[in-house]
Structures are given as C-alpha cells and as structure tokens.
C-alpha cells in the first residue's frame, strides 16, 4: 500500500508560490530523506500533509483522503528553533501532550507512564522531570521525538530532527527511528541537510518548491539533480552519489 499520495499539490501565501505541482507516491514502510535549499518549501510540504496549511491538490495518506485520516496515525518533530524555551513546563508534560494533543494540567498515572515510557525509548529517561528551559538543543529534540512516538503513529515526520544533536546523539537518533520503523513498519520522512544520511535513506526527494528528483539515492542524489535544486553546488562537489563520488 501507499502511505502517501501527494498530486499536484500547491501552496500559495499570497501572491507568494512557496510549492507548486508537488505529485509523490511513497511506499509503505520507505524512509524518505528530503533535502532542498533554505526556503525550497520542505517544511511547507510536512505542514501540508498535516493539514497545518491550506493547500490546492491532493493527498491521500494509507489510501485515505486526508480529511479521513486520523491525527493519531501521525507523529510530527517540529524544527525546535520555532519552540519558546521560556514555557514552564517539564520534558514529561510536553511528551504527553502527544497522547492529548492538548496541554495536560494534570496527569493521570497511566498518561504519567506512558510518557515514561516514550522517554526510555529514545534514551532521555533522565530528563522526564527536567524544565524545558534547561534543555540542551539536542535534548530536546529527543524530547519531542518521545512525544512524536508515543501513540506509535504509522507516518513519522521530522523537520531536521538531528539539529543540535551532537554526533554520537544523531547515531542515537537514527539507531531509534531504524529500531521504531522495524517494529512498526512505519514511514518515515524526514528533513535534513545531512547529506550522510539521506545517502542512507530507502528514498530521497530533492526539492526545490517543486519535485527535482524522487528515487533510491542513487538515482535522486546526482550532480544534475542537486545543481538544478540548489543552483550550484559550492563547495558540496563529491556529496552526490553521481560520478563515483559516493
Ligand atoms: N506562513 C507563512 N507565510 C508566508 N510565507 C511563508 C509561510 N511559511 C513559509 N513561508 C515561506 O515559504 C517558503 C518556504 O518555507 P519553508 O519553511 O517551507 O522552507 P524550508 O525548505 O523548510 O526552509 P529551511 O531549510 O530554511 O528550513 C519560504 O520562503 C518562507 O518564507
């Protein structure tokens, strides 16, 4: 089956094109690398199939038309530069706003659990009864990834998870979406600007406010691709797969 069904997807804020006839079939169980330029329209895109922002085309997720999709099939990792670290709030309390999908005032013991328990999965136990405000970047990306999995969605989007991460942490990361995807054949898309791992990755989608290239790396990460999205490739020569650089 398909986890997700993009066609001729557009969003338009304003007179302003941020993406125009985005069409993509992912496969079920496929973990996606999305890489494209600052403002090609990536976050854009995650938001969309979310519902975030409005759009024109349209997307079907596991067969479905996104208006009959349920929010508990999906997990989101925000960019954390957009969270406001000033909120008086615990690791544990943000976690479980993944079962509610609202701030909980109070938790009940099983909700208190289960936060517990997406905490371990992603090694960050330590941190459940931490402030957020006294959270190191790459510790709360490992927060919000708790929250993200905490209702075992089976699409899993991350908007550059690993910024911040150290890289013994990034290891971590990948470790545990490879360890998630593997027991729950979820899928998964994920924005990054790490050329290494999108190298790793079942697919990758390079985009510039359109569809560039779409495949296994070795077809969507060469020279022509990568110099048609990004306009040039500065100093990135020998980061594609094209050419026998890999
Ligand atoms: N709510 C909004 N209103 C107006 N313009 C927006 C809005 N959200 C995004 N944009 C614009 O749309 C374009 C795409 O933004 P988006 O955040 O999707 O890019 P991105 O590829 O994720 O970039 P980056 O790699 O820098 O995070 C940008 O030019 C941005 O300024």
């Not at 009959?68 to 969270?83: A, H, M, N, R, S």
């Not at 969605?153 to 690993?162: G, H, S, T, Y």
């Not at 911040?164 to 054949?185: I, K, P, T």
């Not at 110099?227 to 020569?237: D, E, I, K, S, V």
């Amino acid at each position: 089956m398909l986890a997700l069904e993009v066609q001729d997807l557009s969003v338009h804020f304003g007179e302003f094109r941020a993406l125009e006839g985005v069409s993509l079939k992912v496969p079920e169980g496929a973990f996606v690398a999305i890489v494209g330029p600052n403002g090609a329209g990536k976050s854009t895109l995650l938001k969309a199939i979310l519902g975030l922002v409005p759009f024109r085309g349209e997307v079907r997720v596991l067969g479905r038309p996104l208006a009959e999709t349920d929010p508990l099939w999906f997990g989101y990792v925000p960019q954390i530069k957009t969270f406001d670290r000033s909120f008086p709030a615990l690791s544990l309390e943000l976690v479980a706003t993944g079962l509610r999908r609202r701030w909980p005032f109070r938790l009940f013991p099983w909700e208190k659990e289960e936060a517990l328990s997406a905490l371990r999965r992603v090694g960050a136990e330590a941190l459940a009864f931490r402030p957020l405000g006294r959270l190191s970047g790459g510790q709360l990306q490992r927060v919000y990834l708790a929250r993200a999995l905490i209702r075992r969605p089976r699409i899993l989007l991350l908007d550059e998870p690993a910024t911040g991460v150290d890289r013994v942490g990034e290891v971590d990361l990948y470790r545990y979406l490879e360890a998630y995807q593997e027991e729950s054949g979820a899928t998964v898309l994920m924005i990054t600007h790490d050329w290494e791992a999108a190298h790793h990755a079942s697919h990758v989608l390079v985009m510039n406010r359109k569809v560039v290239g779409f495949g296994p790396p070795e077809r969507a990460l060469t020279e022509e691709c990568l110099r048609q999205a990004f306009g040039h490739l500065g100093h990135a020569h020998g980061l594609y797969l094209g050419g026998g650089h890999a």
